[in-house]
């Protein structure tokens, strides 16, 4: 196989690589290993010369700390990103299909004249390109498909280890690695100009789509006022909480929380699905979860269709015991052997 260079984009909050941004490196280095080509990364905003301290592995670190990256502009972040594009010449370039990454990826294929691989769950290097994998039809089959060079590729959170793909022994030293420092946007010369951001509600919790474990609720929760039963669970558990598209347009939950089809994909250790019926739409974007725990009255449900677990019963019986008992397991003493 020819060298082939591999290009990743990585989001970081604060100098700390985000988990998505992880798993994107790690499956980066895990073709790197049979692509006999070289592997780099670009990083932008504040605090990204602490983000390349967790790259071992990586040959070229192409990065920005100008504080213009640090509020997301689109137009922006490709003009960074194109002179890393013309400067590096990838043959492969992997980001996170995250909000970000979406947007970016398109820009990227444009400019490669090629098309994007999207959410994409599984990757391998194949004659001439890569070998994709993603869920199709709500998750009820996965598609293959072959991407001939240049490709580009967008990672479903989640579904790749943040960890592993390199050996440390032969990874050079992050001192000794090239860095590029990409050039700032000119004052004037951004079209789109970000004139605001507010903090999303919920601003504390874990971020739905970077979450291990999601507590999540539907219409069989009945109101509003009975979502503090999910939030107590969610916090035991650490987890994120969710919510159905019918239940973020009925204004109980905050639209940031909606799972599904229109709204974010999610692909944690553990999804608890509580009083949500499995609608096509909703199974759309959690389906893929490692491990779906559903509690629903209804044993005709849909969503116990995809569940591993599924517990027919009352949400607001199952839901407080479950609580009881979580607490209860945490905070247990483990006896010796």
């Given amino acids: 196989m020819s060298d ?13 690589l985000k988990r ?13 290993v049979h692509s006999g080509g070289k592997l780099g990364a670009v990083i932008l905003g504040s605090g990204a010369s602490r983000g390349q301290c967790e790259l071992p592995g990586f040959d070229r670190i192409f990065l920005s700390e100008d504080r213009a990256y640090d509020t997301f502009n689109g137009e922006a972040v490709w003009g960074a990103l194109a002179a890393a594009l013309e400067e590096f010449r990838p043959s492969l370039v992997l980001l996170s299909a995250s909000a970000v990454g979406r947007e970016i990826a398109p ?24 070998e994709v994998k993603r869920p199709i039809y709500a998750g009820k089959a996965i598609a293959t498909y072959r991407c001939p060079f240049p490709a580009v590729a967008t990672l479903r959170p989640h579904a790749f280890p943040a960890g ?9 030293s992050q001192a000794t690695v090239p860095v590029t420092v990409l050039p700032a946007p000119e ?11 507010r903090t999303a ?25 009975h979502f503090g039963l999910l939030e107590d669970l969610s916090k ?16 109980w939950r905050p639209h940031s929380e909606q799972v599904g089809q229109t709204g974010k994909t999610v692909c944690p250790k553990l999804y608890i699905a509580c009083g949500i019926s499995g609608a096509i739409q909703h199974l759309a974007g959690m389906s893929s979860s490692k491990c779906i725990v559903a509690i629903n009255k209804d044993p005709a449900a849909p969503i116990f269709q995809v569940a591993d ?7 607001f019986e199952i839901v407080p015991l479950l609580n009881e008992k979580v607490k209860k397991y945490l905070h247990e003493p483990v006896s010796a052997p």
């Fill in 187 to 197: 004052a004037g010369s951004l079209r789109l100009q970000v004139v605001e951001t």
């Fill in 164 to 172: 592993g793909g390199d050996d440390p022994a032969s990874s050079p």
């Fill in 4 to 16: 082939i260079n591999i290009l990743v984009f990585l989001e970081h909050q604060q100098g700390a």
């Fill in 201 to 225: 509600p919920g601003t504390g919790r874990v971020e739905l789509t970077e979450a291990d474990i999601i507590v999540s609720g539907g219409r069989g929760m009945r109101g509003p006022e």
């Fill in 107 to 130: 820009r990227v294929a444009h400019a490669l004249k090629t098309a994007v691989a999207a959410d994409i769950t599984g990757l391998r290097l194949a004659a001439g390109g890569i």
């Fill in 20 to 32: 998505p941004a992880k798993e994107t490196a790690a499956a980066a280095r895990g073709l790197a």
């Fill in 236 to 251: 035991t558990l650490g987890a994120a909480l969710g919510a159905s598209r019918a239940v973020c347009d009925a204004g």
């Fill in 309 to 315: 677990y599924g517990i027919v019963g009352d949400v």
